[in-house]
């Protein structure tokens, strides 16, 4: 019973292959049963000033390009797993220009990890962004769509800080905008515990614990250690909300199997939780906990 792994991997990057751009979005509810989707962020009236567009590298001596996008792409994920970083980023930057949504998603990942390359925010961001301009209407449920509901998410951190000495400020109501679209139309529980996280505090939009606490559930139910590490703790101290105490702890104790190394106030709240807890209060909490694994069992 391990948590949601927050975000995709290479072995996503393989369901990628062959996925052509999904139709245009058909109205259908998005999954989870979440409130309906806000507006495409960016949509809006506002906008934000651009950083220049990206430039694309002429290819290195001896690199010869594939003639599609798509064999680019193939390229370059193959000269990944060679350890030829250069070519790789050759291979996928010239598909990324042909708008293969895998290549942008995994140069954004890479320049905003510096996997291979330096870290730059800023780079990362224009790949993020256009990846989401042109797919925001995939639909929901393919893998292509985990891709764009990631950097849906990714734009909503970068916008929560801002990058420093880029036209690219902070500005949590536009954070806020991006993980709502996420939560509700892709149904992404890392958006669905960051827009629980946002409405917790009262940032990019009026506290609300109620609305938080719908959101942290959601993503709670798919697996989310830290908003069901969140949500415990509101519900064991009746956060803004009724308090259940016993719930509180089920979802803490869940939490704590997918601590992470810099995750210890997760361990922390539950081991205050269930100090302060009754005799009667831990022994309902198990009985949640044992519904809980048999319901993920079947």
């Not at 690219?168 to 905008?177: L, M, N, Q």
């Not at 601590?259 to 807890?277: C, K, L, M, N």
Request: hydrophobic content about 40%; overall charge neutral.
């Amino acid at each position: 019973m391990r948590t949601y792994d927050v975000i995709v991997s290479m072995g996503l990057l393989g369901f990628a292959f062959g996925m052509s751009p999904a139709a245009s979005f058909d109205g259908a509810s998005p999954p989870g049963s979440a409130p309906a989707a806000a507006p495409v962020p960016g949509a809006q009236s506002r906008s934000l000033v651009s950083p220049a567009p990206l430039a694309v590298p002429a290819p290195s001596a001896g690199i010869a390009r594939p003639g599609t996008g798509f064999e680019a792409f193939r390229s370059g994920t193959q000269a990944l797993r060679d350890g030829k970083t250069d070519q790789a980023v050759t291979s996928l930057e010239y598909a990324a220009e042909q708008g293969v949504p895998a290549a942008q998603w995994k140069l954004g990942r890479m320049y905003a990890d510096g996997e291979g390359v330096d870290r730059n925010k800023l780079r990362a961001f224009e790949y993020f962004r256009s990846l989401t301009q042109a797919h925001a209407y995939d639909a929901p449920g393919t893998p292509q769509s985990r891709l764009v509901a990631n950097a849906f998410v990714a734009l909503g951190n970068f916008y929560l800080d801002g990058i420093p000495d880029t036209a690219v400020k902070a500005d949590p109501a536009r954070a806020h905008e991006m993980f709502r679209y996420a939560a509700s139309y892709f149904g992404d529980p890392e958006a669905q515990y960051n827009l629980g996280r946002l409405y917790l505090v009262g940032r990019g939009a009026p506290k609300d614990s109620v609305q938080a606490a719908r959101w942290l559930r959601l993503a709670a139910n798919k697996g989310d250690h830290r908003a069901q590490a969140l949500l415990g703790g509101m519900l064991f101290r009746g956060e803004g909300i009724g308090k259940q105490t016993a719930q509180g702890l089920f979802w803490l104790i869940v939490a704590k199997d997918g601590v992470g190394p810099d995750e210890g106030w997760i361990t922390d709240t539950y081991s205050r939780a269930f100090a302060q807890a009754t005799d009667d209060e831990r022994a309902l909490a198990l009985r949640y906990l044992e519904d809980w694994l048999r319901t993920r069992r079947e």
